[in-house]
């Protein structure tokens, strides 16, 4: 599949899902052409908080930024929506422990698969996408998922009726970072964490605000997650229960 054709389906997808999630709540306009890319006037706003930049989205042409908090619990679409679930090694120990398995081993060949998928990394300016090849254990998100429903929409099987995580106390490092994501950069010889937000049309809990002041508390303390998650990564990679490849 070319380039172009990736990108239309990914656009395709997003339209389907903003259209689901406009049944149910009200999106910007403004921000529903942000999640399809039909804005030319989004910049990027560098914010650093902690130990994380984050890449927060401005609006140019109506001075205002993107922001976003968390809608729970009317909304359990990240539990709903995730595409997979890859499991750092602190997940894999923590959550094994979590569901009574005397081994990882038991665990690892009982709840989880292994599936490799192209990922893409950007800040919203094409000429900084970073295109790379994951291999990670995934956590089934059902009883019987294989690599076959991999970057498929699955709702998770730890959501009870309640649209709370059976195993919130222990659930997996990548459902915390939902609706960022993050990636790392070599910067004079050490490792620089730098996040932004997901754009895939599943979650309502975007807006518009004319400062930042009202959201530096949340940016803050997803930060600290943000940054603990992507070390979590790096020492997965390390300790070979993942592999990374920069392709592009």
Not at 72 to 77: A, G, L, V
Not at 127 to 143: A, D, F, W
Request: with cysteine; hydrophobic share 30%; charged share 25%.
């Amino acid at each position: 599949m070319t380039p172009i054709s990736r990108e239309s389906e990914k656009s395709d997808e997003v339209l389907i899902a903003l259209e689901k999630l406009s049944k149910k709540w009200t999106i910007d306009p403004k921000i529903r052409d942000i999640h399809l890319g039909l804005r030319s006037d989004v910049r990027d706003y560098l914010l650093k908080l902690n130990q994380v930049t984050y890449h927060i989205p401005y609006l140019s042409e109506t001075s205002e930024f993107v922001v976003w908090d968390c809608l729970w619990p009317d909304c359990h679409n990240c539990c709903e929506k995730q595409g997979r679930l890859p499991l750092t090694s602190r997940d894999i120990s923590v959550i094994s422990k979590g569901l009574g398995y005397p081994n990882r081993t038991d665990f690892l060949e009982k709840e989880t698969y292994v599936a490799t998928w192209e990922h893409t990394n950007s800040t919203l300016r094409k000429e900084s996408q970073i295109i790379t090849t994951l291999t990670m254990v995934n956590l089934k998100r059902s009883e019987t998922e294989g690599e076959a429903e991999n970057g498929e929409q699955i709702t998770c099987r730890f959501l009870n009726g309640g649209g709370s995580c059976s195993i919130n106390s222990s659930k997996p490092g990548v459902c915390s970072l939902y609706p960022f994501f993050s990636w790392t950069q070599n910067e004079n010889n050490r490792v620089s964490v730098h996040a932004s937000y997901q754009f895939t049309g599943d979650c309502p809990g975007f807006s518009l605000t004319k400062t930042l002041d009202e959201n530096i508390p949340i940016l803050r303390n997803y930060s600290e997650i943000i940054y603990n998650y992507s070390m979590s990564v790096n020492t997965t990679l390390r300790e070979s229960f993942a592999r990374i490849d920069i392709t592009e």
